[in-house]
C-alpha cells in the first residue's frame, strides 16, 4: 500500500472523541480516521435521489394521452367552461 500524508483540521471536540475511540477501540487515529471515510463513502455512494427512487413508477399508469402535458390549459378550460354552464 502507498500510503500518503494528509493533514486535517480538527475541531478540539471531535480530537478528543478521535483520542477516546482510538483507546477504546485499540486502533490507531489513522485506521479509525481510514474506517471513517470508507463507511462515509459508501453511505454517499448507496444514497438514492429521489429520482432514482421514483423512476420505476414514471410513466407506469399512463392515461393513453400522449399529449397530455401539452394540453393541460385547455382541458381546465373545458372543465371550468363546463362548470360555468351547469349553474
Do not use: H, W
Amino acid at each position: 500500500m502507498n500510503a500518503q500524508i494528509t493533514t486535517a483540521r480538527l475541531p478540539s471536540e471531535t480530537r478528543n472523541k478521535l483520542l477516546v475511540l482510538s483507546r477504546i477501540k485499540g486502533k490507531t487515529k489513522s485506521d479509525i480516521i481510514k474506517d471513517s471515510i470508507e463507511m462515509y463513502y459508501e453511505y454517499e455512494e448507496t444514497e438514492i435521489d429521489s429520482f432514482t427512487l421514483g423512476e420505476p413508477c414514471f410513466g407506469k399508469y399512463g392515461s393513453g394521452e400522449s399529449d397530455r402535458a401539452v394540453t393541460y390549459k385547455e382541458r381546465i378550460k373545458k372543465k371550468l367552461s363546463d362548470r360555468m354552464s351547469d349553474c
